[in-house]
C-alpha cells in the first residue's frame, strides 16, 4: 500500500489530542489512512441520512475543530481495531483481504446508535443525553467492525438465537480490543451525565435489563427476536471464560470458534459445541475446556 503522506492529529470526542494517518489530496488533508489494508476512510454524513457522505478534510492536517471531533475518534478508533485483527490474528481488514474501511460520522440528527450496514461503519452523535457521539468509544467502534468480520465468516443470521449471538461477538471482541478489563460496553459514551453506568455488562447482564441465563431467554418480536437483550446470555459465558481462562486463551478461542465453527443458523447450543471444539483444538480437553463447559453450564446452555 502507498504509504500515507502525513500524520496528522486532533481532537477525539473525549477531549484527547489524537494522532493518525491522513493524506495530501488537491491541496488538503483528508481523512484516508493507505497504510492499513486497503484503507482507512473517514467521512461525514453532514446530519443527513446518504452515505458515505464526504471525506472529512482540514487545510493544515490539524483537526481541532469540535466539529471534526467524531471524525477524529472515528478514523483513529478504526486503526486500533484493524491494528488489534492484524496483530492478533493476522487477519487484514473485515475480509482478510485488506478490505477499505469506511466509516461515516454525523449520520442522521441526535442519532442514538451506530451500525455496520454491510459496506461501512455509521456513526450517529447522539442526543448528548443518551449518548455523546458514538465513535468515541473504543469499544463501539470495536463492536460495528466485528459485525463486518462475523459477515464474512460465521454469518450469523441477524435474529432469534444467531442475532444474540452475533450481538454478543461484537460485545466480546469490542471488549478485547478496548482492553480495559470493565467488562462494560459503551460506557465511555453513554449517558454522560450519569457517571460509572453503561449500555450493557457482561460481567452482570443483568444490571442493564438483559437475562444473563438461557431460563430467561426473552421472546419477543421487538429488535430481530431481542437481539440486544438475549445477548446478555453469550455475554455472561464469554465474561466467565474471559475470567478463568485468561484474556489471551479466551480470545483466540472465541476468534477460532467464531472463524470457523459458527454458521449462518447457529443457536447458543451450537456456541457452546463451537467453544469447546476451539478449545479443545488449541489447549485440548484440560482446564480450559473445563471452564468453557462451566461457563456455558452456569448459563443454562447444554
Ligand atoms: C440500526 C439499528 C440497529 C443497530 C444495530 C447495531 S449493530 C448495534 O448493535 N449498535 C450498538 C451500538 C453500540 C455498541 C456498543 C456500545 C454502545 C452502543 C448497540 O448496542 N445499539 C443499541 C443501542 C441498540 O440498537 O439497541
Ligand atoms: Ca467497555
Ligand atoms: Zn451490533
Redesign the pocket.
Known amino acids: 500500500n502507498a504509504a500515507s503522506d502525513a500524520t496528522g492529529s486532533g481532537t477525539g470526542v473525549l477531549g484527547k489530542k489524537l494522532t493518525f494517518n491522513t493524506t495530501l489530496n488537491n491541496g488538503a488533508y483528508v481523512l484516508v489512512d493507505q497504510s492499513r489494508g486497503g484503507g482507512v476512510e473517514t467521512y461525514s454524513a453532514n446530519n443527513g441520512s446518504s452515505l458515505p457522505g464526504d471525506l472529512v478534510s482540514d487545510a493544515d492536517n490539524s483537526f481541532t475543530d469540535k466539529g471534526q471531533a467524531a471524525a477524529v475518534s472515528a478514523h483513529y478508533n478504526i486503526e486500533k481495531v484493524y491494528d488489534y485483527y492484524k496483530n492478533n490474528f493476522n487477519r487484514n481488514s473485515y475480509d482478510n483481504k485488506g478490505a477499505t474501511l469506511k466509516s461515516t460520522v454525523h449520520y442522521g440528527n441526535d442519532y442514538?446508535?451506530?451500525?455496520?450496514n454491510g459496506q461501512q461503519m455509521v456513526y450517529g452523535d447522539g442526543d448528548g443525553r443518551t449518548?455523546i457521539p458514538?465513535s468515541g468509544?473504543l469499544?463501539?467502534t470495536g463492536?460495528?467492525l466485528t459485525?463486518a468480520v462475523t459477515e464474512y465468516t460465521a454469518g450469523l443470521q441477524y435474529r432469534s438465537q444467531p442475532g444474540a449471538l452475533n450481538?454478543s461477538m461484537?460485545?466480546v471482541f469490542?471488549n478485547f480490543i478496548e482492553g480495559n478489563h470493565d467488562y462494560l460496553?459503551?460506557e465511555d459514551?453513554?449517558t454522560p451525565n450519569t457517571p460509572g453506568d453503561a449500555?450493557?455488562s457482561m460481567s452482570d447482564p443483568t444490571k442493564y435489563g438483559q437475562p444473563d441465563n438461557m431460563s430467561d431467554y426473552v421472546h419477543t418480536g421487538q429488535?430481530n427476536g431481542g437481539?440486544?437483550t438475549n445477548s446478555g446470555i453469550p455475554n455472561k459465558a464469554a465474561y466467565l471464560t474471559i475470567e478463568s481462562v485468561g484474556w489471551d486463551k479466551a480470545q483466540k478461542i472465541y476468534y477460532r470458534a467464531l472463524t470457523t465453527y459458527l454458521s449462518p443458523r447457529s443457536q447458543f447450543s451450537d456456541a457452546r459445541a463451537a467453544l469447546l471444539q476451539a478449545t479443545s483444538d488449541l489447549y485440548g480437553q484440560g482446564a480450559e475446556y473445563n471452564a468453557v463447559a462451566s461457563a456455558w453450564d452456569q448459563v443454562g446452555v447444554k
Open positions: 442514538n446508535n451506530a451500525f455496520w449518548f458514538l468509544s469499544d463501539v463492536h460495528e459485525h450481538e461484537s460485545d469490542g460496553v459503551g459514551v453513554y449500555l450493557r429488535d437481539v440486544h
